[in-house]
């Protein structure tokens, strides 16, 4: 069984914070981990192109084919992604862009989908970033099984505060179980 998390944020923050302890918990759980930090890639924009609707694979030559055949080979995704400006982060949507070639076939369908939401406001978090994945990971068949959002401003807010990781580790343990 394996287990990918990609992480939109642009900083060393609370999401990495979050996805890495999930993650952590999972290799106890005998699953290999694979942490996707998109600020750490090298992905180009979707030049919209469309020729991935035909040849089911992406011209562009970057580090998205290695995370194409990584997301391939996983049985469970974690989306994590913090809020700007009501919407996911451009890394997290630049990165969605570009999952094109998987989705008129639906090659990620029956995946378990997790998605972690951060931000400064919950209603800001759950209906733009919450709201916006699930229904993105819908379109692309993936099967929702659970969402988390957090409140944070600075990058260390999570790792600071024992209600939020116990929050956390409750969510982690009912994925696991
Ligand atoms: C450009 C920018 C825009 C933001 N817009 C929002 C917003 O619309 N709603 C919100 O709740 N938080 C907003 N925030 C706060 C971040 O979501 C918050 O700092 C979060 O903890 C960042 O996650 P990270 O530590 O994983 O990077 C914004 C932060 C930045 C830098």
């Known amino acids: 069984m394996k287990i990918i998390a990609i992480c939109g944020s642009a900083r060393t923050g609370n999401t990495e914070f979050v996805l890495k302890r999930i993650l952590t918990e999972a290799e106890k759980h005998g699953l290999a981990t694979d942490l996707i930090l998109l600020k750490d890639k090298r992905i180009e924009y979707c030049n919209g192109c469309l020729t ?51 989705f008129s076939d639906k090659k990620l369908s029956g995946k378990k989908l997790y998605t972690v939401a951060i931000g400064e406001e919950l209603k800001s978090v759950n209906y733009s ?49």
């Open 52 to 102: 991935c609707e035909l040849t089911k694979s992406c011209n562009v030559r970057d580090d998205m084919q290695m995370i194409y055949s990584k997301l391939d080979d996983c049985d469970t995704i974690i989306f994590g992604s913090p809020t700007y400006f009501d919407n996911v982060t451009g890394l997290m949507k630049n990165f969605i862009d570009r999952l094109l070639p998987l």
């Open 129 to 177: 970033v919450t709201g916006y994945l699930e229904h993105i990971g819908g379109e692309f068949g993936l099967n929702l099984s659970g969402d988390m959002s957090l409140i944070a401003k600075g990058s260390r807010d999570i790792e600071n505060d024992n209600e939020k990781i116990a929050q956390i580790d409750q969510f982690t343990q009912n994925i696991f179980i």
